[in-house]
């Protein structure tokens, strides 16, 4: 039906995000394409789908070559993609979202019956129970994503891409999915289900391809291969990080208690579940997991960032539900933020004036009203030579530099206060190996020197070097708590991760 | 009091003063709809009004007067989507040029015409026609209101009708609001956002233009100098608190016909001064901007409760 | 200072030099005497000590509005009322400076009722759009006119003089701002804007309150992740912001060229502060040269306006032009782009041999 050979993509600025890979799909299989984050599946269905043009490989559709371009390009050549981001229209009808662009006309105007029937006919050929005249923002996610796939059958997909369609998905919504897809896989559709949930994979999947850091671990039929053996092939650890790391030497004081924390979104979607923890002064407290299981939730919780939680959270015996996030920070907590352009730094500001923004209030860098200017250009010029970055000036401004200099104003910026606290989500996430290491270095320093440390990282290699202790999440809850990180496999990470299995008990999680 | 406001000419001085904003608040509209806040309305109805009086006396004919302006009009609502979508420059920022260059160009313009300054009192224009229907005439109360008022008016109402089939009704206007809503969806599907934001644009340069054609050849029968005083900038208010649709857009016209109307009567008998019923219209939009967003924040903070 | 901020303020010039070209050629459509007019447009301002000084006495109520609208910018509000806190300001002075006659006490209290009452003013639609989250850029537009009428409705029923017409009493002669230069009208207000253009740069970059205002601009979730409180630093820059302009429109109404309040339409200052504030990318430093180049350009409209056939409102056009060059990203972006991949090229070999 389809195949994918030997892709190659490289990103503008100098990422490999997929390094020969290949894929082929049989007609009529749903085909698993499974990795973690970052292990490239991503790239390469925007590859397929048109909105990425690889730099090598080709693709061949029923055997003979063809050059997507562009999306419009893909769904003419019977190519659909749902994506994680729903791409509809929230205040038209679902009729209306799957005719646009399409659309039938009787004279100048919009022909509504038949827009009606059409969006009706497709969904019943395709037994989906759907009210076409309701408005998309009235309805739930489930049949947003139900809509998204009639979309892309309407215009005559005959593979259909969903990219984690089960992510957003409650469990009975996901079992109704799994029946249409293996419909549709009767009607002859072919399917690329993308997902990291293996039990789903198993359920409905034929073959599945495994993906790791850009490139892929070979593909399987699923009825031969074990979840451990995929958990495995996916996560398994590429190089192990060498460290001279101390013995932990934990201090008395708890600085970090959190009890029965429980956040929903805006949404109203339970995000965490109910978790209690500590963290003592000296030590790493590693969260690995998949995305989306909570981490950033947690994270906005034990920083102010959010304050909308049920539960107690206190920093140094101090409960932190009434403090300002000023205040929070006041307490000697430093925040490493998992995006770090979106709230990392003011790209469009100097260096100089990111690297004091946590610490311009205190008396060190200004008066009263106004901020002490040699103080402050001394200490940049100290951090930037400290933290070795890399500029051409303290008055550049920090969008121009690369990634891995960006994250290191905002790593000099935090441990620049000497922090008792560092809660650092995803620190080293897509920069260069030099500076990553000179993070970790630091973390580890950090540690020694008492402060106590939690470390949200989807790298599993330096979660598994630095952690002393280690949480893993899944679904708002800790699937799996380890003291003794070094005798714990990846297997057994993954299999935590992956929600295959679960700790009942909890030892260790908190000091009482 | 109550008399003055239960007569016929309140009603019909509601309708006349509503002539204008119900215009360039369907204008502002049909930008929104397509994501874009068109705050250029206010110089493209002067420059309007200006060539509404220009071109009807050239043509010495309302109808071709009004047919030049409007098409001038779209033209400058097409050079304000080149200056935003193909220069990139910030609509807001382009908005101000457009204005500024409205406030000097129409006095530039004005004097190269005719040599007047301020007022075109030397230009012979010719005004839009009022309809006067015969039978309805007769009817005591609704005649009076009904006939009698301005052709334009009854445009502005047909265009309320019109683009409510067009957005509603037609695959562009389909588009409109896809591109408006979610340009990353309408792209997904084969949309080019940028073209429709362009038609959006010219639409909206169009019906602005008719607003400031009755501006000068209808409200009043000449121009004068800064004529559309703010009222292209009230269309935005008014169309975002009626939610960008026409119906909603007519609705807050109305409203402001209702307050202008009722400022008058206090006017009339002096319960109010002159400068104070200047400042109604400002005033109104003030705090129904604010009671309306208000209680639009409410209700999605209720919704997200849940 | 890197090539390319060196060809940013390059493209600026260029800019402004295409916008007067553009100009030049409307007048030479316009205009039966196109180069004399040009010539009285380019050089008039140099003509006589009394054109030098009315380039100056112009330039000084741009540098108050310009300021005010540097300062709320780079809060990133979009609030344009600097127009109607100049209005309210001019006429808030003028009423003190008409009752109440106390020597240096009268000019003194007239500017700082008109900046409480501008600051006031403009921190209207900042208030407006944190409890009910309409736009600050509508609310801003509409209460200018509120400012407008509320302006003529005392000067024709309040403070009006029955035997001026549609003025108000005299200013009481104690409240005259001195004239610095004789033989022209430059007075003590250039002294106070060009403090007020120092204070808001100071303020801006040099302290704790203006750091927190241009962090909340750039990026306020990062400001809100670094600890500032937003809603503070939205109405203190709107406060500040509308001080600045309303003590403008309060010196411009105590300066010589004023006797008596009789501003019946809106002055266009806080439009004009737009343009300003574009040419001196938000820095309250850069702000007096850029009013300098507004108040030169419309000293010589006025002067070729007087002398020749082309009215003074073509210096709208130049204005607009200028707007839309100077912020249109894509104006010669195809030469910045080179420019930036050479710096980032030698940024990365400089590296290597680092």
Known sequence: ?512 | MWEAILSPDFFSSMLRTATPILFATLGAGIAAKAGITNMALEGIMLFSALFGVIFSSLTQSAWLGLLITVVIGGLMGLILAFIVLNLKTDEILAAVAINLMATGGTVLIMVAFSGDRGVSSSIRSVSAPMVVIPFIEQIPFIGKVISGQNVLTWLALLAVLVLHLFLYRTPLGLSIRAVGENKNAAESVGISSRRIQYIALILSGALASAGGFYLSGGYMNMFTKDMSSGRGFIALAASSMGGNTPVGGLLVSLLFGVAQAFANIMQLLSLMPYEIILMVPYLTTLVGLGVYYYTQKKRKERLSGK | MNSVKKFDILRMFLSVLVALALSFLLIFVLSEEPVEAIKNLVIGPFSSRRNMGSVIESMIPLIFTGTGICIMFSANQINLSAEGAFQIGGLAASCVAIYFTADILSPLAALLLAGLIGALFSVVPAILKITTSASEMVSSLMINYVALYFGTYMLNNIIADPRASSASYELCPASELPVLVSGTRIHLGLIVALLVAVFGYFFLYKTKTGYELRLTGVNEAFARYSGVNIVKVIVSSQLIGGFIAGLGGGVEMLSPIYTRFNWTTLTGYGWDAIIISTLAKNNPLYVPFAALFLAYLRTGASIMARRTDVTLDIVQITQGIIIILVVAEQFLSRYRHKLIAREAKAALSGEEVA
């Open chain 1, 1 to 512: 039906m389809l195949q994918m050979n030997h892709i190659m993509k490289i990103y503008g600025n100098g990422v490999v995000a997929n390094e020969d890979v290949s894929l082929e799909l049989r007609r009529g299989e749903i085909h698993a394409l499974l990795g973690e984050n970052g292990a490239g599946k991503s790239t390469l269905m925007k590859v397929l789908f048109g909105i990425e043009m690889p730099d090598q490989g080709e693709i061949l559709l029923k055997g003979a070559p063809v050059t997507i371009r562009s999306p419009q390009n893909a769904i003419s050549l019977g190519i659909g993609m749902v994506h994680q981001h729903f791409m509809l229209v929230p205040s038209l009808t679902v009729a209306e979202n799957i005719i646009l662009g399409v659309t039938p006309k009787k004279g100048l105007f919009i022909d509504r019956d038949k827009a009606l029937s059409a969006a009706e006919g497709i969904a019943r050929e395709y037994n989906f129970d759907i009210d076409v005249r309701q408005r998309v923002e009235e309805i739930p996610v489930g049949i947003k994503q139900k809509v998204e796939i009639l979309k892309a059958l309407y215009r005559g997909a005959e593979i259909l891409i969903l990219d984690e369609p089960t992510a957003v998905l409650t469990p009975q919504e996901t079992d109704e999915l799994f029946v249409q897809l293996v419909q549709l896989k009767k009607k002859g559709h072919t399917i690329i289900f993308i997902s990291h949930k293996l039990d789903e994979i198993k359920k409905i999947c034929d073959r599945a391809t495994i993906m790791r850091n850009g490139r892929s671990m070979g593909t399987y039929e699923v009825a031969d291969i074990t979840t451990q053996e995929m958990s495995k092939l996916m996560v398994g650890r590429e190089v192990s990080l060498q460290f001279e790391k101390n013995a932990c030497r934990l201090s008395d004081q708890v600085l970090l208690r959190v009890r029965n924390l429980t956040v929903h979104n805006s949404q109203g979607v339970l995000k965490i579940d109910d978790i209690s923890f500590d963290v003592k002064g000296g030590e790493i407290l590693g969260i690995a997991g998949v995305e989306g299981n909570g981490q950033t939730e947690l994270v906005d919780a034990l920083t102010g960032l959010n304050k909308k939680y049920r539960g107690e959270i206190s920093v140094k015996g101090k409960d932190i539900r009434p403090l300002s996030i000023a205040q929070i920070r006041d307490l000697s907590l430093a925040h490493i933020p998992e995006d770090r352009m979106a709230s990392g730094c003011a790209g469009n500001l100097s260096i100089r004036e990111n690297l004091f923004s946590n610490q311009y209030r205190s008396p060190e860098f200004s008066g009263k009203q106004f901020l002490k200017m040699k103080a402050i250009e001394r200490r940049s010029d100290e951090l930037i030579q400290e933290y070795k970055i890399k500029c051409s000036s303290r008055r550049q401004n920090v969008a121009m530099l690369s990634g891995g200099n960006i994250q290191k104003v905002i790593v000099a910026r935090e441990f620049s206060t000497d922090p008792d606290i560092i809660i650092a989500n995803q620190p080293t996430r897509g920069i260069d190996v030099g500076a990553a290491e000179f993070i970790r270095q630091r973390l580890l320093a950090f540690r020694d020197a008492g402060c106590a440390v939690i470390l949200v990282s989807a790298d599993l290699t330096e979660i598994f070097s630095l952690s002393d202790r280690l949480a893993v999440m899944y679904k708002g809850k800790f699937a799996g708590f380890f003291t003794d990180v070094a005798n714990v496999s990846e297997e057994e990470l993954g299999q935590h991760m992956l929600g295959i299995k679960k700790a009942e008990v909890l030892e260790g999680v908190v000091y009482e």
